[in-house]
């Protein structure tokens, strides 16, 4: 009877551990500092918060209604990003043609505009008198200062986070293995579907997140082109900014609540995204 291959590896050699790479001794010095720098002011804003009314503000009708429009809207901006953006990612990171970087730049430029002037282009594009607004408008259809507005505004701010997310594991990730499904007889569609997709997953779960919690967050933009409607189009972020000015105790629990909603997001698709990586 033959020897039993050891286990630990397909072909039974057996599997070495992991070899860490070695990092400089005064590494941890700037890491533990740019940790503290983002660690240090949540938590003077969890101290802020008046615990002994913390739910009772929280869940304020007003509070309800925007924390579920955020949620709604984000999840919309989301899954249209995605519909958008993933053919993006894909043909920029297959591409050869030299455009590619300006069409890149283009794409991405929302990541580096400020949120108010996104918003002063969607209303120059979308708004009753805009290039698109107009010609919907004697159709009867309006979009700026309405629930779609919001879904418009964070759909373009944050769409650059999922499409540069994609495109980076596509880099990563080559395109061997569809070369040699193209070779077995796959036809592009089946293999976008069956190999390119599946091997990208934990890159797309990423910009998934990313581009939620991007949405979620909207502000500048959202506050230029969709208003503050209550029920309407203001957001969690509109409904914290406005009562600043009215009730610090009720926005800083507000806040409190996104920063909450955002760890709870990231924290899931870590590890999903661990969990398919092992």
């Known amino acids: 009877m033959p020897d039993a291959k050891p286990s630990g590896h397909p072909d039974g050699r057996r ?19 740019g940790g503290l720098f983002v660690v240090v002011p949540v938590l003077a804003m969890v101290g802020r918060v008046q615990w002994v009314s913390f739910v009772a503000l929280v869940t304020s009708p007003a509070s309800l209604t925007a924390l579920g429009l955020s949620l709604g809207t984000a999840t919309a901006a ?3 990003a995605f519909v958008l953006g993933y053919p993006l990612a894909v043909l920029f990171a297959r ?26 282009a969607l209303l120059a594009a979308f708004g009753r008198l805009g290039v698109v607004g107009a010609f919907l408008d004697e159709h009867g259809l309006r979009i700026a200062f309405t629930t779609a507005a919001v879904v418009i505004a964070q759909t373009f701010v944050a769409m650059p986070f999922l499409v540069s997310s994609i495109e980076g594991a596509l880099r990563v990730e080559g395109d061997r293995y569809e070369r040699v499904a193209a070779t077995l007889g796959a036809g592009p569609t089946r293999t976008f579907l069956t190999v390119t997709t599946p091997r990208v997953l934990p890159g797309i779960t990423a910009g998934l997140v990313l581009c939620f919690a991007r949405a979620l967050g909207e502000f500048g933009a959202t506050l230029t082109f969709a208003g503050s409607l209550q029920g309407v189009t203001r957001t969690l972020p509109l409904e914290v900014y406005l009562q600043r000015e009215i009730d610090p105790d009720i926005a800083v629990a507000l806040a409190l609540v996104l920063v909450v909603v955002a760890v709870l997001v990231i924290g899931l698709a870590s590890v999903r995204t661990r969990g398919a990586a092992l």
Do not use: K, Q
Request: charged share 10%; net charge positive.
């Open 95 to 120: 591409s050869r043609s030299r455009w590619t970087g300006v069409a890149r730049a283009v794409v991405l430029l929302p990541l580096v505009l400020p949120p108010v002037v996104g918003g002063l």
């Open 15 to 33: 599997s070495r551990p992991a070899v860490r790479g070695p990092v400089p001794w005064w590494l941890p010095v700037p890491a533990v500092l």
């Open 78 to 80: 989301t899954g249209i």
